[in-house]
C-alpha cells in the first residue's frame, strides 16, 4: 500500500530535505498495518506529530508499531470528527 496524494504531498511540504526517506518510512508502517487500523489515518498522525522535526515523525512511527492508536492522540485524529481534521490538515482527496 502506498501513501494516498494528500499525505504525499504534505511530506514534501513539512520535510523537504527528508521527502524520500519519510515517504518510504511511511509506506512501510502503512503496509505492516494491515490488520490495524485506517493506513491514510495513522500515516496522517505520524505527520502531524511530526511538525517537520524528523525525529518527532520518528517517534510517531515507533509509537505507532507499537500501538496505532497512541500516535492517533494528541492529533486530532483520535476523535470521530477526524474526517474533517484530515480534509483541513491535508486538503480533500
Avoid: C
Avoid at 511540504?13 to 490488520?35: G, Q, T
Avoid at 485506517?38 to 502531524?48: N, S, T, Y
Avoid at 492517533?72 to 481534521?85: N, S
Amino acid at each position: 500500500m502506498s501513501l494516498s496524494p494528500r499525505i504525499a504531498r504534505r511530506v514534501a511540504k513539512d520535510f523537504p530535505e527528508d521527502n524520500a526517506a519519510v515517504i518510504e518510512l511511511l509506506d512501510e508502517l502503512v503496509s505492516s498495518l494491515s490488520s490495524g487500523g485506517p493506513p491514510e489515518r495513522i500515516a496522517a498522525a505520524a505527520v502531524l506529530h511530526g511538525q517537520g522535526k524528523l525525529d518527532r515523525l520518528l517517534e510517531a512511527v515507533q509509537t505507532a508499531y507499537e500501538d496505532w492508536r497512541d500516535v492517533l492522540m494528541g492529533t486530532g485524529l483520535e476523535h470521530a470528527d477526524w474526517p474533517e481534521r484530515m480534509d483541513r490538515e491535508f486538503g480533500k482527496e
